[in-house]
Every structure is written in structure tokens, then in C-alpha cells.
């Protein structure tokens, strides 16, 4: 079959208020962070006076970073991402200023204890446990006295996300309303210690009739579970002798179906969300299966020379909170 080359990263321009003015800023089709640029706004004005260094916790686009460089250039800060389009656009928007973007869920562990400010639009779609789970790293990632700003809508789980950081740092306030838009800011305890970060949870599934240990991840599609489609899929694949490559591996879940279909044959795993390939890593690592190659890839890009005699993949078709199918079909065409 000839070879297609197939123009997997394209960014488009979102228009976006920073500092009063209409900027348009470099995104992507499948960065989550487009349904979140009306919580920019509010969060610049509730932090107007707030200590550096910052990190945004979950920075997608790099908007919200870009908007609080044009109000407070003074501060500087860092961008966390955990996916890698978010990764690729929110270097392209924050290429000209003091903000580095950091790969990984929250902050990295060693700057725990090491940021004054976190600012946070709360990713509602990734479910409750994943926003706590956000809101647990800044308690770890905040000096003692320092602040958290988090933003939600009123219709999407803001309420609940207060409550939830009430319980991390023990209270809660809500300081600024603005049209559907709530900020909430909380405190860290001023202490002695960082406060530990709890172990990621495991589960016992069964694929067939032998069961395995999955790792879980609040960030990961289906986490402590297997899913009816991922199911079918792990259950029904061929057996090869050469090469298979899971795209887009989620927990590993089919991974450990391709390893134990085909023992003999040489195992790939990728995917985009960093969180995944962490996990992918554990699952396979509590499942006691070794000589699998996982890594983070956006589209198979780092794999040009390679091929497959099978290739798994379960597609994604939801970007943030909508339904898009874009995503999936480019993975097809890689």
C-alpha cells in the first residue's frame, strides 16, 4: 500500500479578552481549554493582587497564563499540561514570556511547596475525582499561607468543586460572581509540611477468564473500570508473531490484552495524555509484564520508520466536554 503523509498537528486562532482587548490566540481542534476562556476574566480579577511565583494548574491553551503575563508581567510562573496538543499550543502562546510550560498532572513533584499563587479553571468534564484530585496537588504544591483561585460555572459543578477544596485546605470562600462564572479562593494551613499526596488507586478486572491488576488515574478515560467497547476490543484481537501497537492506551488495558494474546511478538503502547502513559506504566508493572515499549505520542508522529503487523486502537470522540470525532479520525490516518 503507498504511503499517505497526513498533516496531523494544525492550529487555528481563538479569540480570547486579555487585559480588556480581543487577542487571538494559536489553538487546536482537540485542546479541551476552548470551552473554558469565559473563566479568564473573572480569575485576572479576583488574583489582581496576588504574590508569584503562579501555576496554573491545568493550563490547556496557555490563555489564562498569557492573560495574567499581560496584567502582571512581574510574576512569571509555570504552565502545567498533562495532554500533548495542550503541551504543543500552550508553548506556541507562551514562547514570548516568563512562563514555562511543565508536562505532567498539577505540579511537578519537585516544586511541591515551592508556588505562592495556583490559579485553576476546573476541567468539569474530566469528572469530580479528577478536579479533587487537581485540587489535592495544589495543596501540595502551595507554601504554607499560599492561595488557590478556582473557577467553574454555576450549572457545572462549581458548588461541588468548592465544597471539594473546603475539604483539601479546610475552607472555602467564594469572592467574585460573574454572570454563570464563580471564583472560589482558598488558603493553604500555614505548617511546617507539605501535605502528602495520596497513592493513585488499583483495581482487580478480568479480560476473559484470567484477571489482572489495572492502575487507575482520575485523568484516564474509564478509570477503575473497563469499559463495554475497550472490553470487546481486548477480548477479540488476533493473534500475531511480529509487531502490535496499542494507539492510544489509556490504562493499558489493551495492552495487556495484546501481550497475553501474543506473548512472542514485539508490544507498543502510546498515547497523548501523559497521565495515560503513567499509568499504562503501572498497570503493566502491578501486572508483573515486562519488555513493552510505552511512551507519550501525539498522532504516532515519534514512530515514522516503524510498522505494525496489528495496530489496536479504541479512538476518542469527545474533546473537553463535546462530542468531536476529528480527533479519531486523524488517529485512523496515521
Same mark, same amino acid.
Given at each position: 500500500? @503507498?504511503?499517505?503523509?497526513?498533516?496531523?498537528?494544525? #492550529?487555528?486562532?481563538? @479569540?480570547?479578552?486579555?487585559? *480588556?482587548?480581543?487577542?487571538?490566540? @494559536?489553538v487546536s481542534a482537540d485542546t479541551p481549554g476552548r470551552g473554558l476562556t469565559g473563566q479568564i476574566g473573572p480569575l485576572i480579577e479576583a488574583i489582581a493582587g496576588c504574590d508569584g511565583p503562579v501555576i496554573d494548574l491545568c493550563g490547556w491553551e496557555g490563555g489564562l497564563a498569557r492573560a495574567i503575563q499581560a496584567a502582571r508581567p512581574d510574576l512569571g510562573g509555570a504552565c502545567a499540561n498533562f495532554t500533548l496538543p495542550? %503541551?504543543?499550543?500552550? %508553548?506556541?502562546?507562551?514562547?514570548?514570556?516568563n512562563w514555562t510550560v511543565v508536562p505532567g498532572f498539577g505540579a511537578p513533584s519537585? $516544586? &511541591? /511547596?515551592g508556588y505562592q499563587t495556583a490559579v485553576l479553571r476546573a476541567p468539569h468534564w474530566l469528572g469530580n475525582r479528577a478536579v479533587a484530585a487537581l485540587i489535592r496537588n495544589a495543596a501540595t504544591a502551595l507554601r504554607p499561607g499560599g492561595q488557590l483561585w478556582l473557577a467553574g460555572e454555576r450549572k457545572r459543578g462549581i458548588e461541588?468543586? !468548592? $465544597?471539594?477544596? +473546603?475539604?483539601?485546605? /479546610? /475552607?472555602?470562600?467564594?469572592?467574585?460572581?460573574? !454572570?454563570?462564572? !464563580?471564583?472560589?479562593?482558598v488558603v493553604r494551613v500555614r505548617g511546617d509540611t507539605v501535605p502528602e499526596t495520596p497513592e493513585q488507586a488499583t483495581y482487580r478486572v478480568a479480560l476473559g477468564d484470567r484477571e489482572f491488576v489495572l492502575a487507575g488515574h482520575p485523568a484516564v478515560f474509564s478509570d477503575g473500570r473497563i469499559d463495554p467497547a475497550t472490553q470487546l476490543l481486548a477480548e477479540t484481537l488476533p493473534e500475531v508473531a511480529g509487531r502490535q501497537l496499542d494507539f492510544g492506551? +489509556? #490504562?493499558?488495558?489493551?495492552?495487556? /490484552?495484546?501481550?497475553?494474546? #501474543?506473548?512472542?511478538? !514485539?508490544?507498543?503502547? %502510546?498515547?497523548?495524555?501523559?497521565?495515560?502513559?503513567?499509568?499504562? $506504566?503501572?498497570?503493566?508493572?502491578? #501486572?508483573? %509484564?515486562? *519488555?513493552?515499549?510505552?511512551? *507519550?505520542? &501525539?498522532?504516532?508522529?515519534?514512530? @515514522?520508520?516503524?510498522?505494525?503487523?496489528?495496530?489496536?486502537? &479504541? =479512538? =476518542?470522540?469527545?474533546? +473537553?466536554?463535546g462530542v468531536n470525532h476529528a480527533v479519531g479520525k486523524r488517529m485512523l490516518a496515521a
Open positions: 500500500m @503507498p504511503s499517505r503523509r497526513v498533516r496531523l498537528w494544525r #492550529s487555528e486562532s481563538r @479569540p480570547v479578552e486579555i487585559d *480588556g482587548q480581543e487577542v487571538l490566540l @494559536p495542550a %503541551i504543543r499550543t500552550a %508553548i506556541e502562546n507562551l514562547g514570548d514570556t519537585d $516544586r &511541591y /511547596g461541588t468543586f !468548592r $465544597r471539594l477544596a +473546603g475539604e483539601a485546605f /479546610g /475552607g472555602a470562600e467564594t469572592v467574585l460572581k460573574k !454572570r454563570h462564572v !464563580r471564583v472560589v479562593r492506551c +489509556g #490504562s493499558g488495558v489493551v495492552t495487556v /490484552g495484546l501481550v497475553r494474546r #501474543s506473548p512472542a511478538a !514485539r508490544t507498543t503502547a %502510546i498515547d497523548a495524555n501523559l497521565a495515560a502513559v503513567t499509568t499504562t $506504566r503501572r498497570t503493566l508493572r502491578l #501486572s508483573e %509484564i515486562d *519488555g513493552v515499549e510505552v511512551g *507519550g505520542s &501525539y498522532f504516532a508522529e515519534e514512530l @515514522p520508520d516503524r510498522s505494525f503487523d496489528l495496530v489496536a486502537c &479504541y =479512538p =476518542p470522540f469527545h474533546v +473537553g466536554g
